[in-house]
């Protein structure tokens, strides 16, 4: 089982910036696990944000996002990084941290993932 805690949601004001990680754990957390970024608001369907392959060669980024939101992860501590800058208010959410071992960054982009973490809250005020 894999278990992947989110952290660094909170209130900021549009412009701004704030940083989410994702801590992955467990037994069977190994290589060629594709990591990603969802999102979700009361009301609607959980959207796809950004997704990265193990290597980080391939990278997805949805329309909404593209030139404000990095991704990025670091192998050695387990751990996927969004970078989200000039912060709108129609970003606040509850973003998810996603993994899976089988489908790629793409597929994941588009089908979600096997693996959740519980959800961090992004308040963008305007």
């Known amino acids: 089982q894999v278990q992947l805690v989110e952290s660094g949601g909170g209130l900021v004001q549009a412009g701004g910036s704030l940083r989410l990680s994702c801590a992955a754990s467990?037994?069977?957390?190994?290589?060629?696990?594709?990591m990603g970024w969802f999102r979700q608001t009361p009301g609607k369907e959980r959207e796809f944000v950004a997704t990265i392959s193990w290597g980080g060669g391939n990278i997805y980024y949805a329309d909404s996002v593209k030139g404000r939101f990095t991704i990025s992860r670091d192998n050695a501590r387990n751990t996927v990084y969004l970078q989200m800058n000039n912060l709108k208010p129609e970003d606040t959410a509850v973003y998810y941290c996603?993994?899976?071992?089988?489908?790629?960054?793409?597929?994941?982009?588009?089908?979600?993932?096997?693996?959740w973490g519980q959800g961090t809250q992004v308040t963008v005020s305007s």
């Open positions: 467990g037994r069977t957390f190994s290589k060629n696990y594709a």
């Open positions: 996603a993994g899976d071992p089988i489908r790629t960054a793409q597929r994941m982009s588009i089908q979600g993932a096997d693996y």
